[in-house]
Nanobody, 113 residues
Framework: QVQLVESGGGLVQPGGSLRLSCAASGFTFSRYPMSWYSQAPGKEREFVAG????????SYADSVKGRFTISRDNAKNTVNLQMDNLRPEDTAVYYC??????WGQGTQVTVSS
């Protein structure tokens, strides 16, 4: 069945880095644009970054431009989010999403000293 499984979250100090991964299975991965969303406590889920099926085009929320990088490996069926210069306000559960609305279960990112 279609499945998205995120990993790589954790606790990091401000200014630190994390790399999130989303492993996809059960479908032809390269056919689908993918994206990352975040949901902080008490807030709505919001777009972080997106990437086309080929990986040739990316987009970012203004709040993460220059700090986060989305990438994908279609041979390994993974989409990644490299998060640098993390801030406390980046604390959230991060989800990967297939373009037609399939979601993973999320991974917690906590930025705190």
């Amino acid at each position: 069945q279609v499945q998205l499984v995120e990993s790589g979250g954790g606790l990091v100090q401000p200014g630190g880095s994390l790399r999130l991964s989303c492993a996809a299975s059960g479908f032809t991965f390269s056919r689908y644009p993918m994206s990352w969303y975040s949901q902080a406590p008490g807030k709505e889920r919001e777009f972080v970054a997106g990437i086309t099926g080929s990986g040739g085009s990316t987009s970012y929320a203004d709040s993460v431009k220059g700090r986060f990088t989305i990438s994908r490996d279609n041979a390994k069926n993974t989409v990644n989010l490299q998060m640098d210069n993390l801030r406390p306000e980046d604390t959230a559960v991060y989800y990967c999403k297939r373009s037609d609305g399939v979601w993973g279960q999320g991974t917690q990112v906590t930025v705190s000293s």
